[in-house]
């Protein structure tokens, strides 16, 4: 399998009328993925800090999105790491995304069982707070990949 290199990177992507190459397809899909996560955010948020219809048509979408997401963008980001020259899994900035990942991952892991069982132990508005921080972090990571 042919390795992206920074250079390659840089050119455009194919000619028009052809098929795009493996590093667009891989770097589209993280990015639908990566707007699957936000968007789950915000349904959770939806669902959290509002009353009545919101909640109701929020409430199938968001587990959906947040956790399609999810692994969409660990699955896509994981093969990009792998097929692209300089990139490795253990760069630091990849082991950053892997610890937000864990974190934003387990506290909506718990909000959706919150959600589900009507838990009223713990603030659903503190961990929708937890996941978008992690997520923004996550999505900050991912633009200025810092020591790459």
């Known amino acids: 399998m042919a390795k992206v290199t920074e250079a390659s990177r840089s050119t455009p992507s194919a000619a028009p009328g052809t098929v795009p190459r493996v590093y667009e397809w891989l770097l589209f899909l993280h990015v639908v993925a990566a707007f699957m996560v936000v968007t789950g955010v915000a349904a959770y948020g939806v669902l959290v800090f509002n009353d009545g219809a919101a909640v109701k048509a929020a409430l199938r979408p968001a587990p959906v999105l947040w956790n399609a997401g999810a692994a969409g963008v660990l699955v896509f980001g994981v093969w990009l790491a792998l097929y692209v ?14 610890v937000l990942w864990l974190i934003a991952g387990a506290v909506g892991g718990r909000l959706e069982r919150a959600l589900r069982e009507g838990d009223d132990s713990v603030n659903p508005r503190l961990l929708v707070g937890l996941m978008a921080l992690a997520t923004t972090l996550l999505l900050i990571d991912m633009i200025y990949k810092p020591g790459a």
């Open 85 to 98: 020259d300089g990139y490795g899994l253990l760069d630091g900035w990849i082991i950053a995304a892997f």
